[in-house]
């Protein structure tokens, strides 16, 4: 397969879920492919309101008749969709595929790590609320570690250079700086949320409930 889109549409995500329809991964498209092809998964497809399964096969034959290349109707209804070309014929990347063979798929804790702090901050300095490129970023122990603050999604947030000079090895209270908010463990992975601003990922929501998901994007 070589990618239609030039940029990649391989490289988009899909929502992977368990067999009882709980999100629990997120993969490449190229991953997605693979699975589907092993028959280890089948497509979920939200067509108005209602989601209908497809097994590879059928996926490809449906997916065909949707194909941008065969009329101007369906080239603007493909509009947000990403389509690989195979030999002879296209493939819709799919944006949610189940598991079916599987009873239990082990849910992946969220990292702490900086790319998922600065994430869930999103990007901006916790004391004046600026916001930077992740190379202008540091992270800030709110009660420094001298003091036995810990390192946890509670006691880390993002902070500028020149905040975190500001406030040296005091508490927020001593330096006499104040916390946009108080920080704590996201209820669903940062950067997911990120990709659920992307109208390419709409579907996804109807899978995600409000809290409880963690999920590693990969
Ligand atoms: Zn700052």
Known sequence: MQNAVPGGALSSSVLVLNRFYLAVH??????????????SAEVIHIENGQYAN???ESWCEVSGQWS???SAEQASRSAEQDWVRAARFDIQ?????R??????VPRQALRFNRRNLFARDGHACQYCGTTYPAS???LDHVVP?????????????????????KKGGRTPVEARMKLLRQPAKPRQNPQLALKLGNPKYESWRS?????????DVG
């Open 54 to 56: 497809y097994d590879f």
């Open 68 to 70: 941008p290349a065969r």
């Open 26 to 39: 997120v993969v490449s498209a190229r991953r997605a492919f693979v699975l589907l092809y092993r028959d």
């Open 93 to 97: 990347v799919p944006r949610i595929i």
């Open 136 to 138: 202008q970023l540091s």
């Open 99 to 104: 598991l079916i063979r599987f009873e239990r």
């Open 145 to 165: 570690r001298s003091r036995g603050g810990e390192t946890s999604w509670e006691n880390v947030v993002c902070s500028c250079v020149a905040c975190n000079t």
């Open 207 to 215: 899978f995600l409930p409000g809290g409880g998901v963690s999920l």
